[in-house]
């Protein structure tokens, strides 16, 4: 089992950024591929990035390619999410992921243990 546990949101103004990290407690991480999601307030749940188990392939969402990156450090059990040129419509409370498999996936039901979630607010 591998527990997500977030951090690093917060309020930023547009055009700002925001790291956000996850830990994944329970076991190494480095067979699992990692996603990150996010439900603007009212909305459902949408994918935002997701990484291989190996760092080697990345999946971004169309609204976030280009402004974010995901990226993965196994030996720490983290994955970041560097989020730049914020937008008020990135405005959500960002959840991280993880599956038992090494390919990342966009779909919200591929994943098998999620965080409780970190809130960010993006101003305008």
């Known amino acids: 089992q591998v527990q997500p546990v977030e951090s690093g949101g917060g309020l930023v103004q547009a055009g700002g950024s925001l790291r956000l990290s996850c830990v994944a407690s329970g076991r190494t991480i480095g067979n699992y591929a990692m996603g990150w999601f996010r439900q603007p307030p009212g909305k459902g749940r949408e994918f935002v990035a997701a990484i291989s188990g190996s760092g080697e392939s990345t999946l971004y969402a169309d609204s976030v390619k280009d402004r974010f990156t995901i990226s993965r450090d196994n030996a720490e059990s983290t994955v970041y999410l560097q989020m730049n040129n914020l937008k008020p419509e990135d405005t959500a409370v960002y959840y991280c992921?993880?599956?038992?498999?090494?390919?990342?996936?966009?779909?919200?039901?591929?994943?098998?243990?999620w965080g409780q979630g970190t809130p960010v607010t993006v101003s305008s």
């Open positions: 992921a993880s599956r038992i498999y090494s390919i990342a996936l966009q779909t919200a039901s591929g994943y098998d243990y």
